[in-house]
Every structure is written in structure tokens, then in C-alpha cells.
Antibody, heavy 123, light 106 residues
Framework: EVQLLESGGGLVQPGGSLRLSCAASGFTFTKNAMNWVRQAPGKGLEWVSSVSASGGITFYADSVKGRFTISRDNSKNTLYLQMNSLRAEDTATYYC??????????????????WGQGTTVTV | SYELTQPPSVSVSPGQTASITCSGNKLGDKYTSWYQQKPGQSPVLVIYRDSKRPSGIPERFSGTNSGNTATLTISGTQTIDEADYYCQAWDSNTGVFGTGTKVTVL
């Protein structure tokens, strides 16, 4: 079964840091780009960041650029989101999501076909 | 920055057709995906590449994309389709979600 399991959320003071993790299983992690998407309480979905299958290409939303860093460890089948200089507006449930097609990222995308259950960050 | 605009809400009677629009500048030149999210649950991909359905998604879900508007259509809407729906596209290496539409089946 394809599964994504986020962890690392919690309560942090403004200006603080957190590192989210997303453990992947049930598919060949090294073949697919991965994404972070967040949802503030009672609000809509917001794309945060994406990383290519190799980890060599990364994209960020303007709202987090310079503060958040996406990375992956393909030897551990794990995706990360390092969040620094956190603000109240970063309060949200953070989802990791798998890119549907192997080798694609960005405008050539096939959508996010597997999502984790989310981890909550409160600033 | 690029924006995708959806109607806040759509109401439909069971068995009827629901259409949800997603508007953005030259959206028809980009690929669009659609996601369904029920309360307390993670989103589910229902349409990708404008009109393709992932395996396991019922045939009553369909999509089109042309000009400045993408449309998700739910034919023969069922009560289980009541949810929030979000479109998504990419612009200049930035992912963008639509504002979201709450579909009420009554």
C-alpha cells in the first residue's frame, strides 16, 4: 500500500524553527517528485514547495521563499521541510503529497495522487 | 502572482449535474488538476491533465480546460460527492491552487 506519514509538527514561538518529515512507503520513492501543501484552519489549500525526484530541483511559494527549505533523503525514503523564521501566518496543517507521474515536476505535472494525513504546525 | 478563481459554493440536487469553474489567465495553455476534500480528510485527486481520471475515480467526474476556464463536471451527483473541490495549475515554476468550491448536494 502506498503511504505517506508526516511528523514533526507542533507548537512553536514566532521566529522559531521546525523540521517536518514525511516517510514514504509502498512505491519507488526515488522516481517521483514530492510536494508540501498546507491548509490554514478553515481555509483553502496552499502549495508550499516541490522537489524533483533526485532532489536537484526545488520550487517555493513566494510566501516561504528564503525561510523554508525542502529536501529529501532517497536512501531513507523521506521528504523534509525545514521551516525557519516562522510566523503566525504559517499556522496550518502541512501535507506531503506525491507527484503522480515518475520524472515530472512543475508545469508538466500529472497531479498529486497520494497525500499524507497531515501534521499540524501552530505558531 | 498567478491566481485561480472558483465560485465559493455550488448547490446541486441528487442525480443532477454540478459544474465547478476555475478561472485564470490563459489557463487553457496549462494543465489543470482537480482535488476533492471532505471534512477532516486529506485531498484526493479526481482529475489530472485537464480531463483524465485516476484509477478508482468514478466516471461521473469529468473535466475540460479551454481559454481562461477549466471546468469540473459531476454528472449524476451523489450525496457522497458533497465536499470541497480545488483546481490546481502551475505558472512560472510555482504551483497554484484555486480558491476552492464547496459543493452541497441537497
Amino acid at each position: 500500500e502506498v503511504q505517506l506519514l508526516e511528523s514533526g509538527g507542533g507548537l512553536v514561538q514566532p521566529g522559531g524553527s521546525l523540521r517536518l518529515s514525511c516517510a514514504a512507503s509502498g512505491f519507488t520513492f526515488t522516481k517521483n517528485a514530492m510536494n508540501w501543501v498546507r491548509q490554514a484552519p478553515g481555509k483553502g489549500l496552499e502549495w508550499v514547495s516541490s522537489v524533483s525526484a533526485s532532489g536537484g530541483i526545488t520550487f517555493y511559494a513566494d510566501s516561504v521563499k528564503g525561510r523554508f527549505t525542502i529536501s529529501r533523503d532517497n536512501s531513507k525514503n523521506t521528504l523534509y521541510l525545514q521551516m525557519n523564521s516562522l510566523r503566525a501566518e504559517d499556522t496550518a496543517t502541512y501535507y506531503c503529497a506525491k507527484e503522480a507521474a515518475a520524472g515530472t515536476i512543475g508545469p508538466d505535472f500529472y497531479g498529486m495522487d497520494v497525500w499524507g494525513q497531515g501534521t499540524t504546525v501552530t505558531v | 502572482s498567478y491566481e485561480l478563481t472558483q465560485p465559493p459554493s455550488v448547490s446541486v440536487s441528487p442525480g443532477q449535474t454540478a459544474s465547478i469553474t476555475c478561472s485564470g489567465n490563459k489557463l487553457g495553455d496549462k494543465y489543470t488538476s482537480w482535488y476533492q476534500q471532505k471534512p477532516g480528510q486529506s485531498p484526493v485527486l479526481v482529475i489530472y491533465r485537464d480531463s483524465k481520471r485516476p484509477s478508482g475515480i468514478p466516471e461521473r467526474f469529468s473535466g475540460t480546460n479551454s481559454g481562461n476556464t477549466a471546468t469540473l463536471t459531476i454528472s449524476g451527483t451523489q450525496t457522497i460527492d458533497e465536499a470541497d473541490y480545488y483546481c490546481q495549475a502551475w505558472d512560472s515554476n510555482t504551483g497554484v491552487f484555486g480558491t476552492g468550491t464547496k459543493v452541497t448536494v441537497l
